[in-house]
């Protein structure tokens, strides 16, 4: 998922003593369940959005009183990219961890 210019303009007004953000050097990833088609996934992350953009928002700023306070998809889609992959290749030899 990558974040855009509606997220950096409303990161950058959180932080106004700073550069304005205009990107960010890392994505972030969602692990979900197998699904067999991307129409399921979309659908699921409609279902399931606000979890992701408070998420996202809370990486950034933890105070949610400042958060958007009527987050809705169409909101979501204007803030991220969303890039279904149906492909994760581990190629470490350690166990993979949930923290």
Do not use: A, C, G, H
Not at 8 to 16: G, H, Q
Not at 40 to 69: A, R
């Amino acid at each position: 998922m990558k974040q855009k210019k509606p997220f950096f303009d409303w990161v950058s007004s959180m932080f106004p003593d700073e550069e304005p953000m205009t990107k960010t050097e890392e994505n972030s990833i969602y692990l979900i369940r197998e699904m067999d088609t991307n129409k399921k996934v979309l659908n699921w992350i409609k279902k399931n959005f606000d979890t992701i953009f408070s998420n996202e928002l809370n990486n950034w700023y933890m105070d949610e009183s400042k958060w958007p306070q009527k987050r809705t998809f169409k909101m979501f889609s204007e803030w991220f990219d969303i890039e279904v992959t149906s492909m994760l290749l581990d190629l470490e030899e350690y166990e993979v961890t949930k923290e």
